[in-house]
């Protein structure tokens, strides 16, 4: 299932709405967000790993502030997409579950758009924040963000029907394609042209995020959900984590 979902989650980024979208969104650069937070914990420049770089909309903004960055993507067209972008900077794709890079090569890393939460399986996620750390140096920063579970609101029928499904159904033998408690499938259409695209994401709680990083050995700095996106954007604020490898 893993690997279905795995290929699920390239497929959706790989469409010709996804592409339309992160084409044109490379050149938006940071988040007012994501700003805050680099220019708060980023403290001097250094090695950046960009994780989930996509067509490069966090990944340009680092190069022009002479960070020394890497970019990676596990979908092929978008790194494709990057490359034609903007020359001069070091896309590769890559997989955040198995990092090719040496121990202790990065001062800071970044995983935007709440990309670790694209990640199919609560293992992999889990093995995706340690492989963050051990490719960070003592004392690196590590970002990502997440839209976390609430049960309470609008929200609290949509989670009680998730429960019944995952909890009752799935163990009586009903075929049921979530992996863990909090996946969801939904559709949105992107692009110029309103492409439909079918999207996975997992929707985890904060607690469960904190006992994950605990777990890889990050020290966690600060958790925020009070910073949004834009000017334009104001609600569905994703909760950031700032994380710290301490040894």
């Not at 279905?4 to 969104?25: C, D, M, P």
């Not at 935007?112 to 996620?125: A, C, Q």
């Not at 309470?152 to 075929?175: D, H, N, Q, S, Y």
Request: hydrophobic share 40%.
């Amino acid at each position: 299932m893993k690997t279905n979902l795995k290929n699920r989650v390239i497929k959706q980024f790989s469409s010709k709405g996804a592409q339309s979208k992160y084409t044109k969104e490379a050149k938006n650069g940071f988040w007012l967000s994501e700003e805050h937070f680099i220019n708060k914990y980023f403290i001097k420049k250094g090695k950046v790993l960009d994780i989930g770089c996509g067509t490069g909309r966090a990944t340009i903004p680092f190069s022009k502030l002479n960070y020394d960055i890497i970019g990676i993507d596990l979908v092929p067209v978008m790194i494709k997409i990057a490359k034609e972008i903007t020359k001069g900077i070091d896309y590769r794709i890559g997989d955040v579950t198995k990092l090719d890079f040496p121990n202790n090569t990065f001062d800071y890393a970044l995983f935007s758009n709440v990309g670790w939460t694209s990640i199919p399986g609560g293992k992999e996620r889990q093995k995706a924040l340690q492989e963050i750390y051990t490719v960070l140096k003592n004392g690196g920063i590590f970002i990502f963000n997440i839209f976390p579970r609430k049960y309470f609101g609008e929200l609290m029928v949509f989670w009680a029907k998730k429960w019944i499904k995952f909890f009752i159904l799935k163990p009586l033998g009903f075929t049921i394609f979530e992996e863990d408690f909090g996946d969801i499938f939904f559709r949105r259409k992107t692009g110029k042209n309103q492409y439909e695209t079918n999207l996975y994401l997992h929707v985890p709680s904060i607690r469960g995020v904190k006992k994950d990083i605990s777990k890889a050995g990050f020290k966690i700095l600060e958790i925020n959900g009070k910073m949004q996106k834009s000017d334009k954007i104001k609600k569905h604020l994703p909760v950031f984590f700032i994380c710290k490898k301490s040894i």
